[in-house]
């Protein structure tokens, strides 16, 4: 029996990069799969995928920012798959958004799965959430040579929020982590390094930022999204029982200085 055999879960940002990776993949394990994205034809890609490959999927369009959308895709997965056992809040955006958009997405977005998951899951016999942080929400970041002058230092609002987003996420996820926990319901969160999606393609398009970004990484080399699906399959599964308010870091030894 595979490790997510029986199980439902609803993914947010589905239709790309890490999120249609775990689709995959939890698919590939038993899992039915709500794929979701506020791009519904992304996120009809992604079903069209694992039926290809004889899994069990559905799509959903909503935009996680707001909270009486988050409820109706929770509501909506749990009757047309049968039930919900599995969420995984990774709908996210780079740092070209702006404080406001960056926040409402990646931290707001983030609130509003848990705030309506875990009670969810809690009164419905239990389950896990996911949230996806990042390296973002455990360091600073950088994405180029600290420069000297100060002229230079990259003040863009987009970049800030993402770091402040990142790091909420950790806070929510230890918080619901320690008032669910004894309800059935574990939370956990990812913290990827970089990792070769269309989110980070603008800094590998030059040579000199993605040799600069490969170089932070001491195994020498970007990640991949199977491998951020891969833990968030195991985080989801019974195998991480026991596994509850940890903040995993997958990022080819970024955060290990």
Not at 66 to 89: C, H, Y
Not at 131 to 154: F, K, M, Q, R, Y
Request: proline share 3%; aromatic share 6%.
């Amino acid at each position: 029996m595979s490790s997510l055999t029986g199980k439902v879960a609803l993914i947010t940002g589905a239709g790309s990069g890490i999120g249609r990776a775990s689709a995959l993949d939890m698919a590939e394990k038993g899992a039915a799969v709500m794929c979701a994205d506020i791009n519904s034809q992304a996120a009809e890609g992604t079903v069209g995928l694992i039926q290809e490959a004889g899994g069990r999927a559905d799509a959903y369009a909503f935009d996680v920012s707001k909270g009486s959308e988050v409820q109706q895709a929770i509501d909506t997965t749990a009757s047309r798959m049968g039930g919900l056992d599995i969420i995984f809040n990774n709908a996210g955006v780079g740092g070209g958004y702006g404080w406001n958009d960056t926040i409402a997405i990646n931290l707001t977005g983030v609130y509003h799965g848990l705030l309506m998951g875990a009670p969810f899951l809690a009164e419905n016999g239990g389950g896990a959430i996911i949230n996806t942080a990042s390296i973002a929400g455990l360091v600073g970041l950088i994405t180029g040579p600290v420069p000297a002058d100060l002229g230079e230092v990259d003040l863009e609002e987009g970049a800030g929020a993402y770091i402040a987003a990142k790091h909420g996420v950790v806070g929510l996820t230890k918080h619901f982590a320690l008032n669910f926990g004894c309800h059935g319901v574990r939370v956990n969160a990812i913290a990827p390094g970089y990792i070769e999606t269309p989110m980070t393609a603008e800094f590998r398009e030059d040579d000199e930022t993605k040799a600069f970004l490969t170089g932070l990484h001491p195994m020498g080399r970007l990640g991949q999204a199977k491998e951020i699906a891969a833990v968030a399959s195991f985080l989801a599964s019974e195998e991480a029982s026991f596994v509850n308010g940890v903040v995993l870091p997958v990022d080819g030894g970024y955060t290990a200085r």
